[in-house]
């Protein structure tokens, strides 16, 4: 047993070593082969080397014989490694990624760039200017700008620059009438509230709009500017199609202390108001603010209501109240408003939110009305007259 052991022994040892002087030989021919200057690459690594041994041995030795040869072999893997013509291979390191260099794209010239242009010319043709003016017309629907208010710019620019002589500056002369244009537009008689309630008194102010205008928090704000002003109200709850919003508006009027009349929900609207006005007579008020239910103009029966609100009291003033940020639907609202129960003023609120301004240009411009005070926040001191230079400025022309 033991001679058939050393045998096998000597037999595994021989096979060892052959295999060892194989691999190493190709390694060496490897390294000659490699410039001196370059990293060489054996076509086998050790760890591969030792993988091949580790298969060997459980192919030849049997599991149980295997651990009486394992320090024999370490100690062939030791000296193998200590001939000098062998090297283990360098990790390679992973090539960087090359990014592809990608074009830039060439930029979109905007209206004014595309202007600058024509310089070189000595007139634009009417071809020419609808094709100059797309792009205006692209930024002024992004900014919420009616169709109707962009017709009469392009009516007016195209009047001052198709098949006319340029002038040198002709970005300038594009900017100055456009912005004509828009003060145009926005040179709507103005009304001078303070002065307009001392004309009368009790001075009676309706205010409509649709549910979720800030209609209610406006009618606090003016509330609130008339007190500053030293001049006495009397709030009316014409809202009853809500019970909230007799409550917001009273919540209102003990915060400003002020008289508010209300009846119950479901109440006579018309009815609220034309107590209001007997109060404010009786008690020699200056202004009656009227709330009412807020609707969609499309809802007959509910526009039936204001106005039999507007016979029954004959206010001295009728202001819609809509929201900026809707853009052309606060335009189309107004418009609608404006035909069945006729409006003298406008408020625009949420102002602050609103980046584009086109909404002011476009509402005033359709209904001829001009607008009174824009909202910028919640708080009572947060409503401004409304100035048209801010508008311009929102659209880069001041």
Same mark, same amino acid.
């Given at each position: 047993?033991?001679?058939?052991?050393?045998?096998?022994?000597?037999?595994?040892? &021989?096979?060892?070593?052959?295999?060892?002087?194989?691999?190493?030989?190709?390694?060496?021919?490897?390294?000659?082969?490699?410039?001196?200057?370059?990293?060489?690459?054996?076509?086998?690594?050790?760890?591969?080397?030792?993988?091949?041994?580790?298969?060997?041995?459980?192919?030849?030795?049997?599991?149980?014989?295997?651990?009486?040869?394992?320090?024999?072999?370490? #100690?062939?893997?030791?000296?193998?490694?200590?001939?000098?013509?062998?090297?283990?291979?360098?990790?390679?390191?992973?090539?960087?990624?090359?990014e592809e260099l990608k074009e830039?794209?060439?930029?979109? =010239?905007?209206?004014?760039?595309?202007?600058?242009?024509?310089?070189?010319? +000595?007139?634009?043709?009417?071809?020419?200017?609808?094709?100059?003016?797309?792009?205006?017309?692209?930024?002024?629907? #992004?900014?919420?700008?009616?169709?109707?208010?962009?017709?009469?710019?392009?009516?007016?620019?195209?009047?001052?620059?198709?098949?006319?002589?340029?002038?040198?500056?002709?970005?300038?002369?594009?900017?100055?009438?456009?912005?004509k244009s828009l003060e145009e537009?926005?040179?709507?008689?103005?009304? &001078?509230?303070?002065?307009?309630? =001392?004309? +009368?008194?009790?001075?009676?102010?309706?205010?409509?709009?649709?549910?979720?205008s800030g209609k209610t928090t406006?009618?606090?704000?003016?509330?609130?500017?008339?007190?500053?002003?030293?001049?006495?109200?009397?709030?009316?709850?014409?809202?009853?199609?809500?019970?909230?919003?007799?409550?917001?508006?009273?919540?209102?009027?003990?915060?400003?202390?002020?008289?508010?009349?209300?009846?119950?929900?479901?109440?006579?609207?018309?009815?609220?108001?034309?107590?209001?006005?007997?109060?404010?007579? =009786?008690?020699?008020?200056?202004?009656?603010?009227?709330?009412?239910?807020?609707?969609?103009?499309?809802?007959?029966?509910?526009?039936?209501?204001?106005?039999?609100?507007?016979?029954?009291?004959?206010?001295?003033?009728?202001?819609?109240?809509?929201?900026?940020?809707?853009?052309?639907?606060?335009?189309?609202?107004?418009?609608?408003?404006?035909?069945?129960?006729?409006?003298?003023?406008?408020?625009?609120?949420?102002?602050?939110?609103?980046?584009?301004?086109?909404?002011?240009?476009?509402?005033?411009?359709?209904?001829?009305?001009?607008?009174?005070?824009?909202?910028?926040?919640?708080?009572?001191?947060?409503?401004?007259?409304? &100035?048209?230079?801010?508008?311009?400025?929102?659209?880069?022309?001041?």
């Amino acid at each position: 047993m033991i001679y058939n052991l050393l045998k096998m022994f000597g037999k595994l040892k &021989d096979k060892l070593k052959k295999t060892l002087s194989v691999f190493s030989k190709k390694a060496k021919e490897e390294v000659l082969e490699e410039p001196v200057e370059e990293k060489v690459e054996v076509e086998k690594p050790i760890e591969e080397i030792k993988k091949e041994k580790t298969e060997f041995l459980k192919e030849v030795i049997p599991p149980e014989k295997q651990p009486e040869f394992v320090e024999h072999i370490k #100690e062939l893997e030791k000296e193998h490694l200590k001939r000098p013509d062998i090297k283990e291979a360098p990790k390679k390191e992973p090539e960087p990624v090359k990014e592809e260099l990608k074009e830039p794209e060439p930029e979109k =010239k905007g209206f004014f760039a595309k202007a600058k242009e024509f310089v070189s010319t +000595k007139k634009i043709s009417a071809g020419k200017f609808d094709e100059l003016f797309w792009d205006l017309e692209l930024a002024l629907l #992004e900014n919420n700008v009616s169709v109707e208010v962009i017709e009469k710019i392009k009516t007016d620019l195209k009047e001052e620059l198709v098949d006319k002589p340029l002038p040198r500056n002709v970005e300038r002369k594009i900017e100055e009438t456009l912005k004509k244009s828009l003060e145009e537009v926005l040179d709507i008689d103005k009304i &001078d509230l303070f002065e307009k309630i =001392k004309s +009368k008194k009790p001075f009676i102010i309706a205010f409509f709009g649709i549910n979720g205008s800030g209609k209610t928090t406006t009618i606090a704000k003016v509330a609130h500017f008339l007190k500053q002003k030293g001049l006495t109200s009397v709030l009316a709850a014409a809202d009853t199609f809500r019970a909230a919003a007799i409550q917001q508006l009273e919540e209102h009027a003990d915060k400003l202390k002020l008289k508010m009349i209300k009846h119950d929900y479901g109440a006579d609207a018309a009815a609220v108001a034309f107590d209001a006005v007997k109060y404010a007579e =009786k008690q020699g008020l200056d202004v009656v603010l009227i709330d009412t239910a807020g609707r969609l103009h499309s809802d007959a029966n509910l526009m039936d209501e204001l106005k039999k609100i507007v016979r029954v009291v004959n206010p001295d003033m009728k202001i819609f109240v809509g929201e900026s940020i809707t853009g052309n639907d606060c335009v189309e609202q107004a418009s609608r408003f404006n035909e069945q129960i006729g409006i003298d003023g406008l408020v625009l609120t949420k102002a602050d939110v609103d980046e584009k301004g086109g909404a002011a240009i476009s509402v005033s411009f359709i209904t001829k009305k001009p607008i009174l005070f824009i909202g910028t926040g919640q708080e009572y001191e947060k409503l401004k007259g409304f &100035d048209a230079d801010l508008v311009l400025n929102s659209l880069g022309l001041k």
